[in-house]
């Protein structure tokens, strides 16, 4: 078969060649190297390739299947990994010079799982260094390209992830999201890209930003694609404490349920100025869309919308300044050749292993953690973020999901706000509410610009209730499909 | 709060651990300050009587059993170590003579 027609395939296209004996795991894995080979020096979306390895694995699991014993749907199926995600004897360097030469000595619990479940772990995806940016700018490696446009950042800070399917370098793919570094580049990037509910995927082995917001979730060019890998991946775990005592439904079976139109919420503090004119017109069709197939539409009010942005800023900066300090020259990060005294190991190795943006938050959650401040921000904002989850509650009484755009404006050109980290940060404001309330959310694509930029819309769902938010996107994207559109490369 | 607005940066950066360049240094003095302005916003919100969210769904008193499982072997918890020697990380000295 020839090989653009595998890379342009759907993983649950590819399954079923698969299943009918078609094509081997070894021809998929093959395809989508030789794709990465052919565009990848303009993409880059990729920190690092094993390539040896995914061929191994791919064979190991052509030997399965001939012999009746394949672990399960995702057999033979290329999967990448942004690269704060673990997988033993592999490189993890969360985009930072710090972690150059680190190699992880342990899977993470989402590795083991696509592991168990036969998936082709294959490549480490770039990011913004340690999940901070909406760009990937601040990769220490270089940024990511959005394929769509060479031009324009990818978002972040998965945009390795995003651009990766969306360059068809791989099927399906992980990132991680803390304040939309998921669902902000899969808009950006023209792919479906999904946050669970907090607690539902297990974060042991995903180097910490922010742990009260961090989730792991996939990237995928569909939503059926995102429901398969996110059933793999779900589930408690108890080397996370803070995971989610819940059974998986299969997410995948329930989308073939039909779904009973209902009640979706337009809440108004999404919808005022910022949001560009294309981005607007775009979300009025998804609505009418919806309205079409009888679901209703009610406008609401999230009040606290404005303050999301501070409340997360304190809070992640602060969670980050306190997850960052393992980074400190002794244990495992690359260490300061001028240090002289153990102060100095600290200070000089941190000082000339992280980039600008990480030291800028790193200072910035230390001051909110320090002395005399602590009440004024980072309780302040915890109670603050308290107020934000009411709100919602307040919501979810009347409606079964939120229907926002998932990026106020489509993708912007490099160097456009990489200066001012205030405008940098408000490119997260459709996002960041969701993660301060745990809620599970998704961005679907829904359309391109004039100038032919993607542009995604995003769904809200209830706590722990994937399967109705994946069901409600399903309903749209089964019939738009804009995520099967490829850029040209 | 509004006085506060100007970070004693070598004081922050000195807590946090990470050296900065004089050029760092100047950058982030005028940036944190602008950041902190924005943060203001948050001193207007009634949070009388208010709980913190420390995490969405709290979840207490995760125990586990007190028993031995099978973890990393020293070599592979030393492996990434920038300086190590018998199975033991090698620093700086830390105490004065």
Redo the contacts between chains.
């Keep these: 078969m020839e090989s653009s027609l595998l890379t342009s395939a759907t993983a649950a296209e590819l399954i079923n060649l698969l299943k009918g004996g078609s094509v081997s795991s070894v021809e998929i894995t093959q395809a989508f190297i030789q794709r990465i080979q052919a565009v990848d020096q303009k993409v880059h979306a990729f920190l690092h390739l094993d390539e040896e390895d995914m061929i191994n694995q791919a064979k190991s699991s052509d030997q399965r299947r001939a012999q009746g014993k394949s672990f399960g749907q995702l057999d033979g199926i290329p999967v990448g990994l942004k690269d704060v995600i673990s997988a033993e004897g592999q490189p993890l360097t969360a985009a930072s010079k710090i972690l150059e ?3 992880s ?2 899977d993470a619990t989402v590795t083991r799982k696509l592991k168990e479940a036969g998936a082709v772990i294959g490549g480490r995806l770039n990011l913004d260094e340690f999940a901070m940016g909406s760009s990937t700018e601040n990769s220490a490696y270089g940024p990511t390209r959005n394929p769509w446009n060479l031009d324009c950042v990818p978002g972040g800070s998965s945009g390795g992830s995003s651009a990766a399917v969306a360059a068809r370098e791989i099927p399906l793919s992980l990132g991680s999201d803390t304040g939309g570094s998921i669902r902000q580049p899969a808009s950006l990037c023209g792919v479906v890209g999904m946050k669970p ?3 539902m995927v297990s974060r042991y082995g995903l180097a910490a930003f922010a742990s ?1 917001l961090d989730q792991i979730g996939p990237f995928a060019q569909t939503v059926e694609d995102a429901a398969l890998l996110l059933e793999i991946i779900s589930g408690h775990d ?1 080397l996370d ?2 995971s ?1 005592p819940s059974n998986v439904p299969s997410y995948s079976n329930e989308l073939k349920v039909p779904l009973e139109p209902c009640k979706l919420g337009l809440p108004q503090e999404f919808f005022g100025e910022g949001m560009d004119e294309e981005v607007r017109k775009s979300i009025d069709l998804v609505i009418e869309f919806y309205k079409s197939k009888g679901f209703e539409m009610i406008e609401l009010s999230l009040p606290t919308t ?2 999301s ?3 997360y ?2 809070i992640a900066t602060a969670e980050a ?1 306190s997850n960052l ?1 393992r980074y ?8 300061s050749e001028r ?10 190795s ?3 292993g ?1 980039g ?1 943006e990480v ?2 938050r ?6 909110a953690l ?1 002395s005399g401040y602590y009440d ?2 980072y ?9 934000i ?1 009411k709100d919602f509650d307040q919501a979810f009484k009347q409606v079964d999901a939120i229907l926002t755009p998932t990026s106020p404006t489509p993708a912007f050109k490099f160097g456009d706000k990489s200066e001012d ?2 405008s940098m940060y408000l490119s997260d404001i459709y996002t960041i509410s969701t993660n ?4 599970p959310g998704i961005s679907v694509p829904c359309g391109f610009s004039q100038s032919g930029l993607p542009i995604g819309m995003q769904l809200i769902g209830q ?1 722990l209730n994937e399967s109705k938010l994946l069901s409600i996107a399903h309903v749209y994207d089964q019939e738009h499909k804009y995520g099967r559109k490829a850029p040209s490369l | 709060m509004s006085e506060e607005k100007c970070v004693d940066i070598d004081y922050v950066s000195n807590l946090a651990r990470i050296e900065l360049s004089s050029q760092e240094r100047n950058k982030f003095q005028s940036q944190l300050g602008e950041v902190l302005k924005y943060f203001e916003k948050l001193q207007k919100v009634d949070v009388e009587g208010v709980e913190p969210t420390a995490h969405a769904f709290p979840r207490f008193n995760v125990w586990d059993q007190d028993e031995v499982q099978p973890g990393l072997s020293a070599e592979q918890a030393l492996q990434n170590a920038p300086k190590q020697r018998s199975q033991q990380v090698v620093v700086p000295k830390v105490v004065e003579e």
């Design positions: 030469n680190y190699i000595p342990y509910t907090y607690g009260s108890p404490s803070t989610y404005d303050l942005i501070p409340v800023y304190v300044s300090a400190d020259g002794i244990r495992y990060t690359s260490r240090a002289t005294n153990a102060i100095d190991v600290y200070a000089k941190r000082g000339e992280f600008e030291k800028r790193c200072i910035l959650g230390a001051y320090s004024a921000y309780l302040r904002a915890q109670k603050t973020r308290t107020l989850r980290p205030i301060l309330a745990g809620l706590a």
